[in-house]
């Protein structure tokens, strides 16, 4: 599965990052700086939005099919000075407190243990550190939409490289330590329904 969802996932998202994505990636990037780490980099979505002011770009993909097409990115694209490593949120190669931003969009849903993969950015975050954030989540006020991905996820979690329909990140983030410093719920346009509750923002070690 990991070469055909490599090979699908730009055109699968190719609307939603039209319509909304690409607005919320630049809104959260574009005050960061100094040693920034991205888990997850997938095929490298995030690229066009990291400014000047990040000196040491570290992207992290541990899926081979991904990380590829990542590296292609990175080559052609506007941050050829990134480094693309092969390395998840089960052990990161960093010393503790060495980075000065984490990012994570469209990630922790698909990790094995949220709480783990939490407690691993905290360890490598510097104590004024940033966690920056973008999540699909479970639906919050909407019981309907809740009991569709309820029903839905374990399919999905199959077809869809282990990613889960029914998490709540922002309570997840809550009990890793973290205070957050901005939180914006909104609906991730052109998306699958069951896709579509989001969580984004900026959270710091409390």
Request: proline share 6%; with cysteine; aromatic share 6%.
């Amino acid at each position: 599965m990991g070469k055909l969802l490599a090979a699908i996932y730009d055109p699968f998202m190719r609307e939603t990052e039209r319509e909304c994505l690409g607005a919320w990636r630049h809104e959260l990037l574009q005050g960061i700086s100094g040693n920034v780490l991205e888990v997850g980099a997938g095929t490298g979505a995030n690229l066009a939005y990291y400014p000047t002011s990040v000196t040491r770009l570290t992207l992290a993909e541990p899926d081979a099919a991904m990380r590829a097409r990542l590296v292609d990115a990175v080559r052609s694209g506007p941050r050829p000075d990134a480094h693309v490593i092969d390395a998840s949120l089960a052990g990161l190669p960093f010393g503790d407190g060495e980075l000065d931003v984490v990012v994570a969009t469209l990630v922790l849903c698909s990790v094995a243990d949220p709480a783990a993969a939490l407690a691993e950015i905290r360890r490598v975050l510097a104590p004024d550190g940033a966690f920056v954030f973008l999540e699909h989540v479970i639906a919050e006020g909407h019981p309907t939409r809740a009991l569709t991905q309820r029903a839905l996820d374990p399919v999905w979690h199959h077809v869809a490289g282990g990613c889960h329909l029914t998490r709540d990140t922002r309570v997840e983030i809550e009990r890793a330590g973290f205070e957050f410093e901005s939180l914006t719920r909104q609906s991730m346009r052109r998306a699958l329904p069951f896709l579509r509750p989001t969580v984004r923002g900026v959270a710091r070690p409390a």
